[in-house]
Each structure stands twice: as structure tokens, then as C-alpha cells.
């Protein structure tokens, strides 16, 4: 069975720094591209960053780059996203997925974990 759980959330003041976690199971990194997914209230979900373990491949949305990095623990079946100097307009629930490609489309995610909420204080 796969199995996708985030975790790492919190409330964090502007300018500071989180690392969010993505512990999988029932697959390996081979198999999926794992990706990060934002969603703030009232708006569609978003795809911040995914990353192809095994094509050494990762992705950026336009808003993450510069103060996202995403990176895979092949021993530890988890995927990180370390966010630094975070912004309010940071402050979602932020999901981890796994999918067929890193395209930028939620189409492309074919199972997902529970989110963990980031919240970001000015």
C-alpha cells in the first residue's frame, strides 16, 4: 500500500526557517517523482518543488526558488523541503505526492499524504 505522510508544519515569524518532511512507503524512489504541494485558504493547490530522485532532476515553481530546496533520503524512504526565509504569503497546507513526472501539473500526482500546515507570522 502506498502511504505518504508530511510532517514539519508550524508557525514560524517571517524570515525564519522550516524543514518539512515527507515519509513514504509501498514504493521507492524509482518508481515516483515525489513533490511538494501548497494550498493557502481560497486558493488552488499549488506545485512548489518535486524532485526525480533518480534523474538527479528538481523543480522550482517561480515562488520558490532561492529559498526552497528539495532533497530525497533514499535510506530513510523521506523527502525534504527546507524552507528559508519564509514569508507570510508562505502560510498553507503543504502536501507531499507522488508522481509519474515532475510537470508542474497536479494531473501528473497519483497518490497523496495528509498536508501539515505552515503558518507564517509578519
Known amino acids: 500500500e502506498v502511504q505518504l505522510q508530511a510532517s514539519g508544519g508550524g508557525l514560524v515569524q517571517a524570515g525564519g526557517s522550516l524543514r518539512l518532511s515527507c515519509a513514504f512507503s509501498g514504493f521507492t524512489l524509482d518508481d515516483y517523482a515525489i513533490g511538494w504541494v501548497r494550498q493557502a485558504p481560497g486558493q488552488e493547490r499549488e506545485e512548489v518543488s518535486c524532485?526525480?530522485?533518480?534523474?538527479?532532476?528538481?523543480y522550482y515553481a517561480d515562488s520558490a526558488k532561492g529559498r526552497f530546496t528539495i532533497s530525497s533520503d533514499n535510506a530513510k524512504n523521506t523527502v525534504y523541503l527546507q524552507i528559508n526565509r519564509l514569508k507570510p504569503e508562505d502560510t498553507a497546507v503543504y502536501y507531499c505526492?507522488?508522481?509519474?513526472?515532475?510537470?508542474?501539473?497536479?494531473?501528473?500526482?497519483?497518490?497523496w499524504g495528509q498536508g501539515t500546515q505552515v503558518t507564517v507570522s509578519s
Open positions: 524532485i526525480v530522485t533518480s534523474e538527479h532532476i528538481t
Open positions: 505526492g507522488a508522481a509519474i513526472k515532475c510537470s508542474g501539473w497536479l494531473v501528473d500526482y497519483k497518490h
